[in-house]
Nanobody
Framework: QVQLVESGGGLVQAGGSLRLSCAASGSILSINTMGWDRQAPGKERELVASITKGGSTKYADSVKGRFTVSRDNAKNTVYLQMDNLRPEDTAVYYC??????????????????WGQGTQVTVSS
């Protein structure tokens, strides 16, 4: 059973920083892309940042220059360093793992997974 466990959310003032972590566990053989989505109240879920196994990154325009995504492939863990936070960054942040391959009794299975979400609140 694959689990993605997030940590690091909380309340911070505008201009402050937070660091999110997400560890994937289970009989994991590899993970293609890990990253973070977010969903603010009344808005659609959106991609914040992602990073491939090889280290290629992608960011939403709204967070470029402020957020940094990184990962530790050996630990199946992805991080999101968020600096210069703004009130509009307030949302539930979800860890994502796309192309996650596991070893099951019936063979090798590849699927996409996401975590339960962690709340990030930025006060003005």
């Amino acid at each position: 059973q694959v689990q993605l466990v997030e940590s690091g959310g909380g309340l911070v003032q505008a201009g402050g920083s937070l660091r999110l972590s997400c560890a994937a566990s289970g009989s994991i053989l590899s993970i293609n892309t890990m990253g973070w989505d977010r969903q603010a109240p009344g808005k659609e879920r959106e991609l914040v940042a992602s990073i491939t196994k090889g280290g290629s990154t992608k960011y939403a325009d709204s967070v470029k220059g402020r957020f940094t995504v990184s990962r530790d492939n050996a630990k199946n863990t992805v991080y999101l360093q968020m600096d210069n936070l703004r009130p509009e960054d307030t949302a539930v942040y979800y860890c994502t793992a796309d192309g996650l391959t596991t070893a099951q009794a019936m063979g090798v299975i590849t699927s996409d997974y996401w975590g339960q979400g962690t709340q990030v609140t930025v006060s003005s």
